[in-house]
Each structure stands twice: as C-alpha cells, then as structure tokens.
C-alpha cells in the first residue's frame, strides 16, 4: 500500500518551473531519501506533501486521500496522522519543552492534563531526554536537544508517516550519528514509513532503503542505493562518487561500484 | 464533541473494544482487542477509563491484551495508568507489548517531581520585581556611561563618526515620519481651535483663539504630540530591530569584529532623535498651527493675516524655543528607552514581542514625566503676562 502517491505534479515559483511531471510513490514501511542539489526544489515537494504548498498541476494523496477538499475536519484529521520535523525545529520559543510537547496533544481537546503529563514524559524518554530538560526554554538547548525534542514534538500524536527535513543538518558528526540511530531505532519501534530530505550522504546511506533523485525538474532515479548510483548522470556521479562522497560510503558495501 | 475529531483509520479499522468477562471465584477477567491506537481511542476514550475504572480489586482481575491489533504509546499508557503504574499480576500479553510497557516503566522511574511549591512564593515574587527594576536602572545608567564614553572617544577622532548610520536614521525616523505627524498636527489644530472658539464667542472674546492655540500648541502639545508619535513609530522599530538582530547573533557578529555595538547602533539613534525631533516639533507645530488658523477663520471669522501679526506679540518667542528645547530631551529619551529594552531581548519571541511593548509604554511615560519637570523648570519663562 502506498502512504504517499506523487503524480504528475508540476511547480511554478513565481516565472520558474521547479518540478514538471513528478511521479513519486512511498511505501508502507519505506525510509525514502529525498536528494538533490540546492534549489532543485526538495522542500518545495516536502512543503507540498506536508499541504503548506498547493501543487499548481498534478496530484498528491497521502494515506490514498486528497491533501485539500473534504471539509476542515477531515483535512486537520489527515494532517494528525504525520509529523513534520523541520530543519531548525520550529519549535515555539515562547513555550518549555513540555509545552511544546504538549501542544498537539492538548489542540485534541480530549485528553486529560495527567495522560498529557505521561505521554509527553514518555516521549522525552524515547528521544533519549531527561525528565529535567521538560522545564527548559528552546533557546537553553543545543543543536542536538533542539532536533530531539522536534522530533518527540512531531511523535507526539503517533504518526504512522514521519517527514524529515534535513535532519542533521547544523549537527556535528557525534550528535548527528547518534541522531540518526536514534531515528532508525524509533522507526523500528514504531513501524513508521519515514520520507528523508538531506544533503548529507552519510545520513542517507545510513537511514535509506530507498532513494529517490531530484534534479533537472524531476525525478532521475528511484530505487536502492545501489540501483539509483548505477544511473549515469552528472548529478549523480557527482553526488555519490565525488571524494568527499567515497569517503562517506567508505563504511558501507556500496563503495566504489564503477558507475554503468 | 469527540465523536467529531473521529480520525479516519477509526472508521475502517476495529475499534478498541474492551469485554469483561465475570469468572466464578469473584474475579474477572478483562479482554482487549481492536485498535488501541490514539487516533482510535480518542472517540471512545470517556468510556474505555469509565469501564476498566470499574472493577473488582486488582488481585481478583487478569488482563488479556493479546487480541489487541496495533497499540501504540497512547493506548499503552492508557492501560498503565488504569493498572496504578505498575504491570498486573495476572497479564498475558505479546513480547513486544511487553517491551512497550517496560518502556514506559523505565520513563516513569526517570521522572520526578520538581521541588514544591513554598508559601511564600509570593513575597519571592515582589522581591523578583524589586531586583528586575533595580537591574533596569543599572543596565540604563551602565548604557548612558557608554554613551557618553564614546562621545569622548568620538570628539578625539571625528574620523570614526558614523554618519551614514545616523543620517540612515534622521531620513527613517525624521523625514519618513513627517506626513504622519503633519496630519495628526493639522487635526488636532482644528479640534483644538473649534473646541476653545465655542467657549471663547460665549464671552466675547474671540482674539483670545491666537493666545490659546500659540502658547498651548508651541509649549506644549507639539513637542508631546510628535514624542508620542515617534515612541510608537520609531521607538518600537528600534527595539525591535536591535531585538531581532540580538536574536540573529548579528551583534555578537559585530563585537567579535571589534566594533562596538554602543558606537554603531545605539548612539547614531539617540543622535538621530535628538537632531529629528525639534525638527519635527517645529514641522508639527507649523501644521498644527495653520489647522488653527483654519478653523478660527471659519469659526470665528478671524482672517490669516491678522493671525499672523498677533501671534508674535502674544506670545513670547521664549515659547519656541522651549517647544524645540523639549523635543530635543524627548528625542534623546524616546531612543535611549528603545535601545535599552532592544539590548535586553533574549532569543525567543516572546521577549521580543514583550520589551517592544514595554519600549513604547516606558518611552512615552518617560515623555510625560519629563514634560512635567520641564514645566515647572519653565515656569517664569516666556508667560505673556
């Protein structure tokens, strides 16, 4: 079954045509890596996806439903069943951390404040966060904190679907390597299909099953990693054999498979 | 209503379901089944606490959670609470259930309570006021005595002047507020003439418009009027955007370049204001001056021209120049107040939004205050009789 179907869609951003005739599918249980340079329009697709941007042509439907139509109460429904994590966080600086966790718990309305006090403590568990960081402000965080206590805000109202966006980008290698285990092993708690935007190849080798390629207004190349690097195209020579590349999947068994 | 919030895995999905099932010794055993998912267990959540609520003791009660199709951390901290935090005696449940709420188990030995809350929190909060005034009044003094340091530094080498950032600011708060100031001058003359002539042709002495409107507007309600105005228009610009660049790093980015933010942001706004504002009082007076004009011509059928010769003869000329003296103070008050408070924002919204509001507030309180010395001060100056 398919969480998230992308067809035809095509973007224009003021005179610009960004996407023309994208075709994207997500799996149930697919952790699929978004790349491509910057400016080929990755967040304007994840912005898409997420309904902050009406698609100008094509179609996108998430869980098999339409992102818009239907009537206030069914799009807030659809739009509960995923969580975002954006690249800086987002999270609302005037509030704790438990507030910010609490938050869409508490836009239910139907839940207890005990239950709420629970499940946000759980949550903190789960991103690998102590109880006493609940009583912080946003700006009292690090980069890292900052990225956990996002992404236990995005979990709070158990999606099945999770959107990433550029997840370790700003973190240092340590923080963003524990971050990306940290994101695998809630992915296989959870049972979550994972949609990944980076341009950071280590997070992608590490987290993808599979990849999909954006460049030149559309998508070159979906499939494993290895099936996407055996494409023969600039940006992808480029992206996945480059030195700082090689070094990057030095690690994995993908390393140096003479492109086709 | 949460039948309304139904999430749409609900409707073709099991629902939670819970049975009870009464066993002779006077136990009974509890079977789950279904989804117990929070998108699903929101519609039923009142009913499903109310029946696993009521019953027997828990040593007589067996819970059997393996027909239950998905749970998640909701549904599963649901169950916990209802068991009193701790797994029941009598459970029969799936290993990965089981590894959900040893989870949860391990969440809930972290977390603790935060110390108590005392009695006195009270007199901690009143002490808390007193030192964030306190703090205030040392951070405005500390920031007056950098001020004035590098108008010191400044006198001994002219060179470092930064004029493009203070006539950046004469043109933003001086020339871009004229057409504002001019209209709400040029009315408040006409309201200010209309109302004093009703009153005047009553006694008969209608030549009296030009000593009202010339001692009240030049003395007084110009330089006010325009504080007011710029407290809210460029006192809060400057807060926030020294509160928007503190938030961006971007003064922390020009101390590491050895510029001193005192120097470069703060004092080309006070001197900005101070050069502005007289101007703008003598501008907003002039409008408001002829809006009085306007209305005491129609009013009182005063013509132009004999306004013009008697205003000079009634009213000193002392007058302009504690008008202009004034707008001067108010100027270097309404900046010193809004870069005060855009240096004391923290980075987060909420500050920002907060010392904006209290920038202008503090500003124009400040204004009047002054105002008030200044009358006094000025009371043997420049009184016609």
């Not at chain 2, 900046?335 to 904006?356: I, K, W």
Request: hydrophobic content about 50%; proline content about 5%.
């Amino acid at each position: 079954m398919n969480i998230v179907a992308i067809h035809d869609l095509s973007t224009r951003l003021g005179d610009v045509w960004v996407h023309r005739d994208v075709n994207l599918e997500i799996m149930r249980g697919d952790v699929l890596a978004l790349v491509g340079g910057s400016g080929s329009g990755k967040t304007a697709l994840l912005h898409q996806m997420i309904g902050l941007l009406a698609p100008d042509q094509g179609e996108i439907r998430v869980f098999g439903e339409p992102l818009y139509g239907g009537g206030r109460a069914r799009e807030v429904a659809l739009r509960r069943r995923f969580g975002v994590l954006f690249q800086h966080g987002a999270l609302f600086s005037a509030f704790n951390v438990f507030d910010n966790i609490a938050f869409p718990l508490r836009e239910l309305r139907v839940l207890d404040a005990g239950l709420i006090h629970d499940l946000v403590m759980l949550k903190l568990a789960m991103v690998e966060l102590l109880p006493r960081h609940a009583r912080l402000m946003p700006a009292e965080l690090s980069g890292g904190m900052i990225k956990r206590v996002a992404l236990a805000r995005a979990l709070a109202l158990e999606p099945e679907l999770l959107l990433l966006d550029e997840p370790t980008a700003g973190l240092d290698p340590d923080r963003s390597d524990s971050f990306v285990q940290l994101i695998r092993a809630l992915r296989e708690e959870l049972d979550l299909t994972v949609l990944l935007v980076s341009h950071d190849l280590d997070t992608v080798a590490a987290l993808a099953t599979r990849v999909a390629v954006l460049a030149e207004q559309r998508i070159l190349a979906v499939g494993s990693m290895a099936e996407v690097m055996r494409v023969d195209h600039p940006f992808i020579r480029n992206f996945f054999f480059s030195e700082r590349a090689r070094r990057a999947l030095e690690h994995t068994d993908l390393a140096d498979p003479a492109p086709a | 209503m949460p039948g309304r919030r139904n999430n749409i895995r609900a409707a073709n999905l099991p629902a939670p379901e819970l049975l009870v099932r009464t066993q002779g010794d006077g136990g009974c055993e509890l079977i789950l089944s279904g989804e117990w998912t929070l998108g699903a267990l929101l519609p039923r959540l009142g009913t499903l606490a109310r029946a696993m609520a009521e019953r027997p003791p828990a040593a007589l009660v067996s819970w059997n959670c393996l027909a239950i199709a998905t749970i998640d951390s909701a549904g599963a901290m649901l169950l916990w609470r209802a068991w009193g935090r701790a797994l029941p005696t009598l459970l029969s449940a799936s290993p990965e259930q089981l590894g959900i709420f040893s989870r949860i188990a391990d969440a809930d030995r972290e977390d603790e309570q935060g110390p108590p809350r005392s009695k006195f929190e009270w007199l901690r909060g009143v002490g808390d006021g007193v030192m964030q005034i306190a703090r205030h009044l040392l951070d405005f003094i500390e920031l007056l005595g950098r001020l004035l340091q590098d108008g010191a530094y400044l006198l001994r080498r002219p060179g470092e002047i930064p004029q493009r950032e203070i006539f950046a600011n004469v043109y933003k708060s001086g020339v871009l507020a004229m057409p504002v100031t001019a209209l709400v001058g040029f009315l408040i003359g006409i309201v200010l003439s209309y109302l004093s002539a009703l009153q005047l042709r009553n006694f008969g002495a209608d030549v009296y418009i030009v000593n009202i409107l010339g001692l009240g507007i030049i003395r007084e309600l110009g330089p006010v009027l325009v504080a007011v105005l710029v407290a809210g228009r460029s006192g809060s610009a400057m807060t926030a955007q020294l509160g928007v660049m503190r938030v961006t790093e971007e003064i922390d980015a020009l101390a590491t370049m050895g510029v001193s933010r005192s120097l470069r942001l703060v004092l080309p706004k006070v001197l900005a204001l101070a050069l502005t504002m007289p101007l703008l009082v003598l501008w907003t007076t002039a409008i408001a001056l002829i809006g009085g004009m306007v209305s005491a011509h129609l009013q009182l059928d005063i013509g132009y021209g004999f306004f013009f010769d008697l205003l000079p003869k009634v009213v000193p000329v002392a007058n302009l120049w504690i008008g202009l003296a004034k707008g001067f103070v108010f100027g270097i008050v309404v900046a010193l107040v809004a870069c005060h408070f855009g240096l004391r924002v923290r980075p987060n919204t909420e500050s920002l939004s907060a010392n904006t509001t209290s920038s202008v507030v503090i500003a124009i309180t400040a204004v009047i205050l002054v105002d008030a010395i200044f009358a006094v001060a000025s009371r043997h100056i420049g009184m016609p009789f």
